[in-house]
């Protein structure tokens, strides 16, 4: 399953609802909401500075990925970015495949 790193920061809204529930609040509710798009919550931990949180998680598709990023931005409480992160195999087998490419004429 593709590996994805959610990069966040939570709004207003989104900092007192982790004042009420705490962080294993969240990372609870986190769990559910990307077990329930087929994925599996790898880690999450919390961060002072830019950002507030970091999630690392499988998911089976980039569609499932996008549902779940989607849903939690519509929220209004987080702001946040995915990434996908690729194994050192995985970009391996990426430098082995031959691509056709020409640059732009300076």
């Known amino acids: 399953m593709p590996k994805f790193m959610v990069i966040g920061s939570y709004t207003n809204e989104g900092l007192k609802g982790l004042a009420k529930e705490g962080g294993t609040g969240r990372r ?4 559910k909401a990307i ?27 980039a569609a499932a990925a996008a549902a779940v990023a989607v849903t939690a931005q519509e929220s209004d409480a987080v702001s ?3 990434v996908l992160l690729m194994t050192p195999e995985e970009v391996d087998a990426a430098m082995k495949k ?9």
């Open 98 to 106: 031959h691509i056709e490419f020409r640059a732009p004429a300076a």
């Open 80 to 82: 946040s970015k995915m």
């Open 28 to 31: 609870e509710a986190s769990r």
């Open 35 to 61: 077990e329930s798009a087929g994925g599996k919550l790898d880690a999450m931990y919390f961060a002072f500075g830019e950002d507030d949180f970091f999630v690392v998680a499988d998911f089976p598709d």
